[in-house]
């Protein structure tokens, strides 16, 4: 039997053993076993976990117009330290009418003094901006576990008896938060078994709930718009906060400029004398300099004193953009797509923001 011709019995998906990375993994070694499994179902079968899987843009859009040919609750989850980029646009066109259950992970990470109803508020509000009108909206800690079970009775609520489909963009934490779930919905003895998603001949996986309809996994989708694609993985730890962000407060004058690592910049126009408060990774350096001096220190130590990125990855690494934003309203928070966002307490500002080509800023009121 060829190798092309071996499927996976937990989910049917094509073996293959080159690219560990890649849907269909196994160690080469086990094709000589009568039954074959990949590499995530045999993760998920014996440690309980559900691995991420890399898919191009036109895999992801099958899946998605296959969400409007079944009937179930779509339960979508975002990264709030990443609200927009970590947002899947266009969800709402391919759902159908199935209803949309929306959860913001990694609550763990903001401040204490962020208020939790403010929050959700904020969120209910920027997704209704995008075009999105939730059923509910909750905040999770996949990582910490806080809310889960709160998650768990929400999607037992409104599935109706019905699949629930999860979907998500790359690391916004869908599979820690579907492995909490399984945590504590089957407890040690259920063997969990995958089964292949008909109508699409992608890795979907299905979790088994009691009453004959199925938790499903949709694989974790790519938005180019996320800064985690412009850094190297080993720099992911560096921008992606593990705990709660503590907040750093820089008192600049006029014509001053902040960079955060060389991934983005931040310059302080006019406006007096005034503190700005950064909210990014404890891990990430901010560098100040003076306004007129930002291009050639920025030219000179990008990759070494200013990284992420390194010095090996620029040749790929995208030009910084330039927005300008006149900050007419007090308490304002420009906000870093996947970095974080620094806020500026009294109105009358004028500052630029630089990010990657392709990354998004934005300025929004203030979350604290």
């Known amino acids: 039997m060829s190798k092309s011709e071996i499927t996976c019995i937990g989910c049917g998906v094509t073996i293959q053993t080159d690219d560990p990375k890649q849907i269909g993994y196994a160690p080469a070694s086990s094709l000589e076993k009568e039954t074959v499994i990949c590499q995530r179902c045999f993760r998920l079968k014996h440690y309980n976990e559900v691995q991420d899987v890399s898919l191009t843009d036109d895999d992801f859009l099958k899946i998605l117009n296959g969400l409007s040919e079944?009937?179930?609750?779509?339960?979508?989850?975002?990264d709030i330290f990443d609200f927009n980029g970590s947002w899947l646009p266009g969800l709402h066109r391919f759902v159908g009418k199935n209803p949309i259950l929306l959860i913001?992970?990694?609550?763990?990470l903001l401040p204490k003094s962020v208020k939790r109803s403010k929050?959700?508020?904020?969120?209910?509000?920027?997704?209704?901006?995008?075009?999105?009108?939730?059923?509910?909206?909750?905040?999770?800690?996949?990582?910490k576990g806080s809310s889960i079970n709160e998650a768990i009775d929400a999607i037992e609520h409104y599935r109706n008896g019905k699949n629930v489909y999860v979907v998500g963009c790359t690391n916004v934490g869908k599979s820690t938060f579907i492995n909490r779930i399984i945590k504590n919905v089957a407890g040690e003895e259920d063997v969990i078994t995958t089964s292949h998603f008909p109508g699409t001949t992608l890795d979907m996986i299905e979790i088994p709930l009691?009453?004959?309809s199925a938790l499903v996994d949709t694989p974790g989708i790519i938005n180019h718009h996320q800064m985690a694609h412009f850094v190297d993985k080993k720099d992911l730890k560096l921008i992606t906060p593990k705990k709660e962000i503590k907040p750093m407060v820089f008192q600049l004058n006029e014509e001053q400029t902040l960079f955060f690592g060389g991934l983005a910049r931040l310059d302080y126009i006019k406006g007096g004398?005034?503190?700005?408060?950064?909210?990014?990774?404890?891990?990430?350096?901010?560098?100040?300099?003076?306004?007129?001096n930002a291009e050639s220190l920025y030219k000179k130590h990008v990759g070494e004193l200013l990284h992420p990125p390194r010095k090996n990855d620029l040749e790929e690494f995208p030009?910084?953009?330039?927005?300008?934003f006149s900050l007419k309203q007090g308490k304002t928070d420009i906000v870093f797509s996947g970095l974080g966002w620094v806020t500026i307490n009294e109105p009358g500002a004028v500052v630029a923001a630089y990010v990657p080509k392709g990354v998004s800023v934005l300025t929004r009121p203030s979350l604290i």
């Open 210 to 212: 009691d009453d004959g």
């Open 104 to 108: 913001g992970n990694k609550e763990d």
């Open 119 to 143: 929050l959700i508020q904020w969120m209910k509000q920027e997704a209704k901006q995008l075009g999105l009108q939730p059923i509910d909206v909750l905040l999770v800690s996949a990582t």
């Open 319 to 324: 030009d910084l953009v330039r927005h300008e």
């Open 273 to 292: 004398r005034r503190s700005l408060i950064c909210y990014v990774s404890n891990e990430l350096k901010i560098h100040r300099t003076k306004l007129e």
């Open 70 to 78: 079944v009937e179930g609750l779509i339960v979508k989850i975002v």
